[in-house]
Nanobody, 127 residues
């Protein structure tokens, strides 16, 4: 069982930056693939970024590529999402998720593949 708690959301002007954090419980964090997803009002939850348990394996949605960076600190049981050059269309609730995969390099982008979810943190980008 993994419990995930997101933090770092808030209100920011377009063009600004935020860093989201997701703290995980448990001693096996390093074995999990970690993803970030977001859901805007009236829209379905969508993939943002994923980081595999093998170092160097990351994947991003086209809409955030070049602006967002996902990283993890296994010593702190935490995954981060650095968001730069924010746009109003980035406004959403952001969720982190975890799944234990056999593959250490598979980059899971579908929400249905994840077993554990945080409660979310709200990001609002003002124009």
């Amino acid at each position: 069982q993994v419990q995930l708690v997101e933090s770092g959301g808030g209100l920011v002007q377009a063009g600004g930056s935020l860093r989201l954090s997701c703290a995980a419980s448990g001693r096996t964090f390093s074995t999990y693939t970690m993803g970030w997803f977001r859901q805007a009002p009236g829209k379905e939850r969508e993939f943002v970024a994923v980081i595999a348990r093998t170092p160097g394996y990351t994947y991003y949605a086209d809409s955030v590529k070049g602006r967002f960076t996902i990283s993890r600190d296994n010593a702190k049981n935490t995954v981060y999402l650095q968001m730069n050059s924010l746009k109003t269309e980035d406004t959403a609730d952001y969720y982190c998720a975890a799944v234990a995969l056999f593959s250490g390099t598979y980059l899971a982008a579908a929400p249905r593949l994840y077993d554990y979810w945080g409660q979310g943190t709200q990001v609002t980008v003002a124009s």
